[in-house]
């Protein structure tokens, strides 16, 4: 079965400083899609970054980056430099190819960026 | 802008009604998924549909049921309502089945609130 796993409910981050916000998965297969999206309080879902199985680097996306470590199933997003728009809530969700593309999404983790 | 639109932003309705959620994927895509989201259960794929065919369901009731039509738009429709369905209903796009996993690029959402 697959399933995402965000530890975290709440963060707290300053503006300016950097934050990692955790995620883990598990799945058998070995091919996967990892994704990140962002939903602020206005409730539209925002794609971040998106790491796939097979890939050697890291993925980036401006001020996104994903921790991508394959052997302990996680796939961490870290937000460099915060801004007060980055006050949101974050998903991290998997997909695999062939019939089960659909998204399973983790909990979510609520973070709130202060001035 | 996901350049997906999803018809109505808003919707209230009574118990035991049928309602019809409207969905335009991105220009391009041949792929819409059908997404749930509410406060106990979380985001939760309910279908996908590929080119006009049915290609995979999650945690869809019975007494849901959607379709794709030729230019490609989709419609969910929410039958003898349940104050248990009231959640935010995304659409999701993307590319489609070919090659690996594709990003999904989502509506804004439709607010379904059963009184």
């Known amino acids: 079965a697959q399933k995402i796993t965000q530890t975290q409910p709440g963060m707290f981050v300053q503006e300016k400083e950097a934050v990692t916000l955790d995620c883990t998965y598990d799945?058998?297969?070995?091919?996967?899609?990892l994704f990140w999206y962002k939903q602020p309080s206005s409730g539209e879902m925002i794609f971040l970054i998106y790491?796939?199985?097979?890939?050697?680097q890291n993925a980036t996306e401006g001020r996104y980056s994903l921790n991508f470590q394959k052997a302990r199933k996680s796939a961490n997003l870290v937000i460099s430099a915060s801004q007060l728009g980055d006050s949101a809530m974050y998903f991290c969700?998997?997909?695999?190819?062939?019939?089960?593309?659909?998204?399973?999404f983790g909990s979510g983790t609520r973070l709130q960026v202060q001035p | 802008d996901s350049g997906v639109t999803q018809t109505p932003k808003h919707l209230i309705t009574a118990t035991g009604q049928r309602v019809t959620l409207r969905c335009s994927p991105r220009?391009?895509?041949?792929?819409v998924y059908w997404y749930q989201q509410s406060l106990d259960q979380g985001l939760q794929f309910l279908i996908q549909?590929?080119?006009?065919?049915?290609?995979a369901k999650g945690n869809i009731l019975e007494r849901f049921s959607a379709q794709q039509f030729p230019d490609l738009h989709s419609e969910l429709n929410l039958s003898s309502l349940e104050l248990g369905d009231s959640a935010l209903y995304f659409c999701a796009s993307s590319v489609g089945p070919a090659g690996g996993v594709n990003e999904q690029f989502f509506g804004p959402g439709t607010r379904l609130t059963v009184l």
């Open positions: 969700a998997m997909s695999h190819p062939g019939g089960r593309r659909a998204l399973t």
């Open positions: 799945t058998s297969d070995p091919s996967y899609g």
């Open positions: 790491q796939g199985s097979y890939d050697q």
């Open positions: 220009s391009g895509d041949l792929s």
């Open positions: 549909y590929y080119n006009g065919e049915e290609r």
